[in-house]
Each structure stands twice: as structure tokens, then as C-alpha cells.
């Protein structure tokens, strides 16, 4: 079946600007999570949601992030007045049932690129 | 295509036990291999290591890379049920595409 899809796959834009960054989790999968990567750090956790609970921000590094997950399945993470600082691999994972170690594998997407210049 | 594969899927071992978990990667433009330790939600970092045959150590934990064989292990010692996770090994790739390729993750279940 499907894995997780993230769109678009790589993202260039002008500081300042502002960008939508999609991902599709695999049918099913109530736990949705994104996360950043920038070059050479360790996973960046941003933002966890977990079916109709409210999301878990904590991770969110600035109030130009936001999140939403429509319907339960996807999600979009945006930021506002990108800054340099912002450029990172941006990951979204779904899983099964989060929380609960024993069904708590994440399937991870592809990522998207984002390059602030 | 870029893979991580990563093995045992699951291992169950008593506390005090020592366990190696195995990454082996196929990565183009290889710059750095990564493992991570999941409980809950975010995973942690552990080691990014980048050079071949140098052990990396963080108390129990201890990790290496072999670049020729394209393998990495993590190795922890005296395991606790604390040590209870799935460990997370990641291939990150160099050059003007930087991008990661997980594994599946290894789930060790360490009981009391």
C-alpha cells in the first residue's frame, strides 16, 4: 500500500515569504508527527497529533509554525516570514496508535527540502 | 534507490543484558549515519557518526561505523528497562541534495 507523502519535495523560497508544506499519512494511522532536520542536527521534534485530541505544539520552535490536520488524515504545516534559519528537511510520520510503544512504529515520508535564501 | 535496514526487528532481553543492534545502509552521496532512540513521541538523538572505526560512547551506549561494509551497530551494556524503545538508525546523504533514509527501527523490550 501507500507510505506516507509529503509535497512538495523540495521548496525554494525568499526570506520573508511564506510556505505550505503537505503531508498525506497512510490511511488508517491516527498519530500524525512532524519533524525538522537541518543539516548535520538531530530530528527536530515540531508537532504531534493524535486523532481528535488537541495537538501536541510543543515542539513548535516560533509562532510563525502552525499546523492542521483536516479530517483526521492530512496535514499541513506552515510557516510564516520564512527565515534562513527555517531552511531544513521538514519529515512527517504516521503511525498506527500513538504513544503505546508496542504499536508505536512511525512510517516516516520522504520529506521536504526547504531552502530559504 | 537509498535503503537502511536495520535488524532484529524486535528483541526481548533481561536487564543487566548486553545487546547489538545492526544498520546496515545503501546511501547515495553518503555523509552521516544517525541513530535514534523513540519511546513516546519524539525520537532522541543519540550519535551522528561520520568517520570509519571510530567508536562513538555515551555512558551504556556506544556505537561505530564501518564505511567499507556500508554497517553500523549500537551497542548498550547492562541494559535497563529504560532502555525500552525503538532505536532508529538513519542514512543521511551529502551534496546539494541532503536528504535522510530510515530504517524500520529495531524494538527492544528489556525486562525486569
Known amino acids: 500500500g501507500a507510505g506516507v507523502s509529503q509535497s512538495p519535495s523540495n521548496k525554494v523560497t525568499e526570506k520573508g515569504k511564506d510556505v505550505e508544506l503537505r503531508c498525506d499519512p497512510i490511511?488508517?494511522?491516527?498519530?500524525l508527527y512532524w519533524y525538522r532536520q537541518s543539516l548535520g542536527q538531530g530530528l527536530e521534534f515540531l508537532i504531534y497529533f493524535q486523532g481528535n485530541s488537541a495537538p501536541d505544539k510543543s515542539g513548535l520552535p516560533s509562532d510563525r509554525f502552525s499546523a492542521e490536520r483536516t479530517g483526521g488524515s492530512v496535514s499541513t504545516l506552515t510557516i510564516q516570514r520564512t527565515q534562513q534559519e527555517d531552511s531544513a528537511v521538514y519529515l512527517c510520520a504516521s503511525s498506527l496508535v500513538g504513544g503505546r510503544l508496542s504499536s508505536y512504529e512511525q512510517y516516516f515520508g520522504p520529506g521536504t527540502r526547504l531552502t530559504v535564501t | 534507490e537509498d535503503k537502511v535496514v536495520q535488524s532484529p526487528l524486535s528483541l526481548v532481553v533481561h536487564e543487566g543484558d548486553t545487546v547489538t543492534l545492526n544498520c546496515s545502509y545503501e546511501?547515495?552521496?553518503?555523509?552521516?549515519l544517525l541513530w535514534y532512540k523513540q519511546e513516546k513521541k519524539a525520537p532522541t538523538f543519540l550519535f551522528m557518526l561520520?568517520?570509519?572505526?571510530i567508536e562513538k560512547k555515551s555512558g551504556r551506549l556506544s556505537s561505530i561505523l564501518d564505511k567499507k561494509e556500508l554497517f553500523s551497530i549500537l551497542n548498550i551494556t547492562a541494559t535497563q528497562t529504560g532502555d525500552s524503545a525503538i532505536y532508529l538508525c538513519?542514512?543521511?546523504?551529502?551534496?546539494?541534495?541532503?536528504?535522510?533514509?530510515f530504517g524500520k527501527g529495531t524494538l527492544l523490550t528489556v525486562n525486569p
Open positions: 561520520t568517520s570509519s572505526g
Open positions: 546511501v547515495t552521496n553518503f555523509r552521516s
Open positions: 538513519v542514512g543521511g546523504s551529502g551534496g546539494s541534495n541532503y536528504k535522510l533514509t
Open positions: 490511511s488508517g494511522h491516527t498519530a
